[in-house]
């Protein structure tokens, strides 16, 4: 709830939220996950009636992702056909690529999370058209936009936003200190930097088509 509150105070009125699942390291299974969001979401509802809430996952990649993410729709963005999937910084572009292509032809739509964490994107961004290319997406974190992860970050960020090869930001955030949200203050700096109405198409435009399951 006070995540929440900062948030909200932030100007955020929806919010998809991706608690991890990772082989080994995050299992909580997801019934445990839904349930909590539940509770979440009804005291949200009575503390900050405009605040929308929907439930999703950062799925770090594993072989049987398609099959998990078919098996269970909470592996999903809100159900839909989005899913975030994260990758380690050492694999390879066949890795990334691969598995997203598979995720597309059955049908799904993946977004790379914090795409700027990838070791080959850094090395080469034109990794991305391809991804583009065949109908996946890419997210970067506001703290990497704003320069809270140090300044070649920054400018790596400020290139593939010049270079129009992001989709969506997320704020990353995983609690109140050591990684709170910053996604006001990203905001303010999109919409500075960049303008209004690119700034529009990250925080607002596209998250409402992962919601909804729609292409961008
Ligand atoms: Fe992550």
Request: charge should be neutral.
């Amino acid at each position: 709830m006070a995540m929440l509150k900062n948030a909200y105070k932030d100007g955020v009125r929806g919010m998809i939220m991706t608690p991890h699942f990772r082989k080994g390291m995050f299992e909580t299974d997801r019934d445990t996950v839904e349930r909590q969001f539940l509770k979440l979401r009804e005291a949200a509802g009575e503390a900050w009636p405009d605040l929308v809430l929907r439930l999703g996952c950062e799925f770090h990649a594993n072989l049987d992702m398609p099959e998990m993410v078919t098996e269970d729709a909470r592996y999903r963005m809100n159900g839909g056909r989005c899913v975030l999937v994260e990758f380690s910084g050492g694999d390879p572009v066949r890795m990334i690529s691969g598995l997203c292509r598979e995720l597309r032809s059955g049908g799904y739509l993946p977004i790379v999370a914090h795409a700027e964490r990838c070791g080959v994107i850094v090395k080469n961004p034109e990794v991305i058209d391809e991804l583009h290319e065949f109908g996946a997406y890419v997210q970067i974190n506001a703290d990497s936009i704003i320069g809270k992860d140090g300044w070649g970050m920054k400018r790596f960020c400020a290139k593939l936003l010049r270079t129009d090869r992001i989709d969506f930001v997320g704020s990353d955030a995983h609690n109140l200190k050591s990684r709170p949200s910053r996604i006001g203050e990203c905001a303010e700096f999109l919409r500075k930097n960049y303008g209004e109405s690119y700034a529009r198409d990250l925080l607002i435009r596209n998250p409402i088509c992962i919601a909804r399951g729609e292409e961008l």
